[in-house]
Each structure stands twice: as structure tokens, then as C-alpha cells.
């Protein structure tokens, strides 16, 4: 058999909590920041969690569980 890899592509950009859920950075932040607002962009900066309803695909890139 061979070794099961994770997806390179998801443990560049997933983090896993001390509780089990999955962080992630938010979208929209890289370019044309001259039209978005200021509390906007602070948002953006923020990290944020992966819905329940993705968690299962993204744990099976990881392969967690």
C-alpha cells in the first residue's frame, strides 16, 4: 500500500484548533484595495472558520479523521 499524502494545496492555506475546527484565511485581500473601505479590509485581515458544511471536505484533503 502506499503512503495516503494530504493535499499539499490545503495544508498551505488550513490550520487546525486546539477544539477541532479549521481555520482559514478570508478571500478578496490580495488586490484592488482602493474600492474596499477600511473596516472592510480589517475584516478581511481576520482569520475565519470553515462552515460545517465543508469541514468534511476539507478534513478528507487534509486527511484528518
Given at each position: 500500500m502506499p503512503k495516503v499524502k494530504t493535499k499539499s494545496s490545503a495544508k498551505k492555506r488550513f490550520t487546525l484548533t486546539g477544539t477541532g475546527k479549521?481555520?482559514?484565511?478570508h478571500a478578496y485581500k490580495s488586490h484592488i484595495l482602493t474600492k474596499k473601505s477600511t473596516k472592510r479590509k480589517k475584516n478581511l485581515t481576520k482569520m475565519g472558520l470553515v462552515?460545517?458544511?465543508?469541514e468534511g471536505r476539507v478534513k478528507a484533503?487534509?486527511?484528518i479523521g
Open positions: 479549521i481555520r482559514r484565511k462552515h460545517e458544511s465543508d484533503m487534509l486527511r
